[in-house]
């Protein structure tokens, strides 16, 4: 079975451009996670949804960040305008509705603002 | 406060030698799960395990051995007979019945199996 799928895998672009990193969740699942790694603070989650509705999203940074599901098969995360404090390891996991189901994550993208 | 505590930052290992790898939860809820992930170099998060509150036992897959302590609030993960491969950083994550999907993960654990 198909796991998570991330897209790009790499993005390095310039301050300033918009950045739209893409997600594919395992088929079946609906509930969908965005996490931000980084050395200094770690794994963070960013924003989760449940049956595409964005159910809690406190640990986006700021307005420049949005997450849109459209639809069960495809989730998107965008940073307008990009920073250099942005560059992180961006991961997105999915799992099955039931409560406290297993996330299963994507390979990551590796984003480098520069 | 933090909700899932992994103190030992980094371990280096020999091969062959067996390590555990500590992690301590804290929580109100008498329902509650707690996972363990690997990532490896490459950088993927790898799902190992999941234990439920209501379960106590150990458990073991191969080299893996998971020891779950209510009273100490532990969810401690043994490697024994240790390989290159295992090299990988280890998080411990918390999820509350109460708070559904949202998974609490500590800081992770760096471990280097030295060949």
């Known amino acids: 079975d198909a796991g998570v799928i991330q897209s790009p895998r790499h993005e390095v672009t310039e301050m300033g451009q918009e950045v739209t990193l893409r997600c594919k969740p395992i088929?079946?699942?609906?509930?969908l996670f965005w996490y931000r790694q980084t050395m200094m603070r770690g794994l963070e989650l960013l924003i989760y949804?449940?049956?595409?509705?964005?159910?809690?999203d406190s640990g986006m940074p700021e307005d420049r960040f949005s997450a849109k599901m459209p639809n069960a098969s495809f989730s998107t995360l965008k940073i307008q305008p990009s920073e250099p404090r942005d560059s992180a390891v961006y991961f997105c996991?999915?799992?099955?509705?039931?409560?406290?189901?297993?996330?299963?994550f994507g390979d990551g993208t590796r984003l480098s603002i520069l | 406060a933090q909700k899932v505590t992994q103190a030992q930052t980094e371990i280096s290992v020999v091969e062959k030698e067996d390590v555990t790898l500590d992690c301590v939860y804290e929580?109100?809820?008498?329902?509650?799960?707690l996972f363990w992930y690997k990532q490896p170099p490459s950088g993927e998060l790898v799902f190992l395990i999941r234990?439920?509150?209501?379960?106590?036992q150990n458990e073991i897959s191969g080299r893996y051995s998971w020891n779950f302590q209510k009273s100490t609030s532990s969810f401690n993960f043994t490697i024994t007979a240790s390989q290159v491969v295992d090299s990988a950083v280890y998080f411990c994550?918390?999820?509350?019945?109460?708070?559904?999907?949202?998974?609490?993960f500590g800081t992770g654990t760096s471990l280097t199996v030295i060949p």
């Open positions: 996991a999915s799992s099955f509705d039931g409560r406290n189901q297993p996330q299963h």
């Open positions: 088929s079946g699942h609906n509930s």
């Open positions: 949804f449940n049956n595409n509705v964005p159910i809690d």
């Open positions: 929580t109100r809820d008498t329902t509650y799960y």
């Open positions: 234990r439920n509150s209501f379960d106590e």
């Open positions: 994550a918390l999820s509350e019945a109460d708070t559904g999907n949202q998974f609490y």
